[in-house]
């Protein structure tokens, strides 16, 4: 387990809403000490999702103290399981994905199934579900049906096209959504072809934004006392944060180009390469801070250049500058590069991989990624949860468990007997 995460250094002042311990393949929990609990304690999540807005979503929810029941088919585990490298036969990206998670099995396409959600979505405040739209319908399972069985309850349904238009039923992922958005269009080199991230953007922004709709929600039901649907199009928050392209557009007919590293609004802002071989950031959003850094590469003369007064027009001379700036960081070691500029009190950061990040002092000093205890893996160290709260901090209490681990537990916790429960696993329920 790792530590909450909260504003102080001192984090062990600090509990979370629950104190976790695994005994063998079952999580026990304690009550909180010193009365003091996670914010969203006592919030119940049924993650009915896969592939990855959904469960990101529903993870979210759980490192600030919700119960969330990851729900998964008997035979037909979560993708994300398998996604990417694994350990000892231990997919690690679910270890990410599926922390503070109990697992369980169900087959939503049977009649047991279908039963034990409803009886799960009685006790639940938050659905999460990304199926194809009309598959819950056809399962008996949709908004009329989950409505009824808790009025209270919040459905986020989360699909790559939202629930209705012309591309609803389509099939669709977070890459698609990174195309349509206009995101591969400005990404890349002027002359080379539109760029697709390396990862899992789309997904990741509106999993962020699922957690947000879902929090918008649960707050609007304090107020009516009714549940509501959620429908998130993945295709959608991508171009939210894309900025004013459409307003852009609308107003002044401008579309954005695609400008590598450089951007049309100031300058100079690119990665340089120092003299050892490696690579650095410069950003000058600022005009002060473009002033510096030309003093600090000997070009003071180009800050009375007419055209470096506003941010645009030192864009479109983006050529002089990157000269002026690279050649001076070409000619210095990446450690001395990243001195002059902090005493320059110049925006500049280092090009990192992954194992820079591990090792990085300011990653360090807020625990941005951190140990946590596994049963399966022993220490692992994966991503902290996404901000820090003074008074009601969250914190990974345990990684992504093995598949179906809390089935039993979850399911005689909502009043099945042995029996039922061996009657459901006969009939493939389960």
Not at 16 to 45: C, I, K, M, S, Y
Not at 290 to 309: H, S
Not at 326 to 338: E, K, Y
């Amino acid at each position: 387990m790792s530590e909450p995460r909260t504003t102080s250094h001192i984090a062990t002042a600090y509990v979370t809403a629950e104190h976790v311990t695994t005994e063998g393949d079952r999580v026990t929990t304690a009550p909180p000490a010193a009365g003091r609990t996670a914010p969203l304690h006592g919030v119940r999540v049924l993650d009915l999702a896969t592939l990855f807005a959904g469960p990101l979503a529903a993870t979210l929810l759980g490192d600030f103290g919700a119960d969330v029941v990851k729900v998964e088919h008997p035979d037909r585990p979560d993708p994300s399981r398998g996604h990417g490298p694994s350990k000892d036969g231990v997919g690690l990206w679910w270890k990410l994905l599926g922390r503070n998670k109990r697992t369980i099995t169900l087959n939503l396409s049977t009649p047991g199934g279908r039963d034990t959600l409803l009886r799960l979505a009685s006790t639940a405040d938050v659905i999460v579900e990304n199926f194809r739209p009309g598959t819950l319908e056809k399962w008996d399972l949709g908004w009329e049906e989950l409505s009824a069985a808790n009025p209270r309850l919040v459905l986020a349904r989360v699909t790559a096209f939202g629930q209705f238009g012309p591309y609803a039923h389509r099939p669709g992922f977070g890459t698609l959504a990174e195309a349509m958005s206009g995101f591969a269009a400005i990404t890349g080199e002027p002359e080379a072809p539109p760029t697709l991230p390396p990862f899992g953007l789309a997904d990741s922004i509106a999993g962020l934004a699922t957690a947000y709709a879902v929090m918008t929600a649960l707050a609007a039901r304090e107020r009516t006392g009714e549940g509501q649907v959620v429908d998130m199009a993945i295709i959608e928050p991508i171009l939210t944060v894309l900025g004013p392209q459409p307003l852009w557009y609308d107003q002044l007919g401008y579309v954005q180009a695609r400008t590598g590293n450089r951007s049309a609004n100031n300058a100079p802002r690119n990665t340089y390469r120092t003299a050892d071989g490696d690579w650095v950031a410069v950003s000058t959003s600022a005009q002060s801070v473009a002033e510096r850094v030309m003093r600090l590469v000997g070009r003071p003369e180009l800050i009375d250049e007419p055209w470096f007064a506003t941010g645009a027009e030192r864009a479109a001379h983006s050529d002089v500058l990157d000269e002026a700036v690279g050649s001076w960081i070409a000619r210095h070691t990446r450690t001395d590069v990243l001195a002059a500029f902090e005493k320059a009190e110049a925006a500049i950061a280092p090009v990192q991989d992954v194992r820079d990040v591990l090792t990085d002092p300011q990653y360090q000093a807020l625990d941005t990624v951190t140990s946590v205890d596994d049963p399966e893996l022993g220490p692992i160290r994966m991503q902290n949860v996404l901000f820090r709260l003074s008074a009601t901090p969250g914190a990974i209490r345990w990684a992504g468990r093995p598949h179906g681990a809390d089935t039993d537990a979850v399911l005689t916790e909502l009043g099945l007997t042995a029996d039922e429960l061996s009657t459901l696993r006969e009939a493939g329920a389960l």
